[in-house]
């Protein structure tokens, strides 16, 4: 399985980017993928995830109404939309798969996702 994430970008402070990440190798209609982030010096950690099926959601509480995680099942793909980006949103993101269902509260914990992206920099400035 590869997971391939779009690439990032610099952005203003107050801009919108969308992030993808396609899968490829296996077509998931079970699990979740999820969006992680790690800035410098800092732990990773849980930004979104979002189930293959059914579609539920879940968000860390620094992202809450500003990002938006979306799949197309057709294509196996996922999408971050992040609108009014933070100078503290830049990091290197990271998408993750896991093929077995799991309890949404899980979705926050690395632990649990069997498939990582190669991480993508995403920059804003003030």
């Known amino acids: 399985v590869q997971l391939q994430a779009s690439r990032g970008g610099l952005v203003q402070a107050g801009g919108s980017l969308r992030l993808s990440c396609a899968a490829s190798?296996?077509?998931?209609?079970?699990?979740?993928m999820g969006w992680f982030r790690q800035a410098p010096g800092k732990e990773r950690e849980f930004v979104a995830a979002i189930r293959w099926s059914g579609g539920s959601t879940s968000y860390a509480d620094s992202v809450k109404g500003r990002f938006t995680i979306s799949r197309d099942n057709a294509k196996n793909t996922v999408y971050l939309q992040m609108h009014s980006l933070k100078p503290e949103d830049t990091a290197v993101y990271y998408c993750?798969?896991?093929?077995?269902?799991?309890?949404?509260?899980?979705?926050?914990?690395?632990?649990?996702?069997?498939?990582w992206g190669q991480g993508t920099q995403v920059t804003v400035s003030s």
């Open positions: 190798g296996r077509t998931f209609s079970s699990g979740a």
């Open positions: 993750a798969a896991v093929s077995r269902r799991i309890a949404l509260s899980a979705v926050v914990s690395t632990a649990f996702y069997d498939y």
